[in-house]
């Protein structure tokens, strides 16, 4: 069966489209199948799957995929054809006072048993900490979740701007598979975009009898 990965924040800029490479990166890592939706206007989740393919790389498979990946537009109401048939609904955040009210907002405004398959993904977290903005932003979502008993905070992704800008050249190799002499930088990057998406795997159902 099909499990369904929704990729929404109704605000743009917030790194969407990066959750969505990763969530797929990972996956095709796990020996799983993919099929990518792109519901972005700006098209850029389909720009990456081209730049692979360029690679000689398939990215998305659409036929009976194990699993389905939206790409959203940054605008409410975007998400509205895709919610009802998600399994998860990942929101990556930055933790400002604007962005944390946009994502609390959009929470609210889902029907209770949707609330339940929301993760928060705190992105773009600065490395050496986080300033008092942003520990104020993360305990208003700890406190959200705590309020509300559903949803859940996933582990964050640090600002990696030599990174993950380099995801969308595309590459012949995935991912979590580029070797350690790639950088420190990059093995940061596949350690804790693995714990993100090992979570989500464990949410999904699919950490028992993963191919790999």
């Known amino acids: 069966m099909t499990r369904r990965i929704l990729v929404h924040n109704p605000k743009g800029g917030v790194g969407k489209t990066v959750v969505v490479a990763l969530a797929a990166e990972w996956f095709l890592h796990r020996g799983r199948t993919v099929n990518l939706i792109d519901a972005d206007g700006n098209h850029s989740c389909q720009e990456w799957v081209d730049n692979n393919r360029e690679e000689g790389r398939e990215i998305s498979t659409p036929v009976d995929a194990d699993v389905e990946i939206v790409d959203t537009k940054g605008v409410p109401g975007s998400a509205v054809p895709f919610l009802r048939g998600s399994d998860l609904i990942l929101t990556p955040f930055q933790l400002y006072g604007y962005d944390v009210s946009e994502v609390i907002e959009m929470f609210d405004a889902l029907p209770a048993e949707l609330r339940r398959r929301v993760g928060f993904i705190p992105n773009r977290v600065r490395a050496m900490g986080l300033t008092r903005e942003q520990a104020e932003g993360f305990e208003q979502i700890e406190s959200l979740i705590r309020q509300e008993g559903v949803g859940r905070l996933l582990p964050g992704l640090v600002d990696r701007v030599a990174v993950y800008p380099d995801l969308f050249n595309g ?42």
Do not use: H, W
Request: no cysteine; aromatic share 8%.
């Open 171 to 212: 590459s012949p190799v995935n991912f979590f598979e580029r070797p350690a002499e790639s950088g420190k930088s990059v093995a940061n990057a596949q350690q804790e975009s693995a714990e993100l998406f090992r979570q989500a795997e464990r949410i999904l159902g699919l950490d028992a009898g993963a191919p790999r």
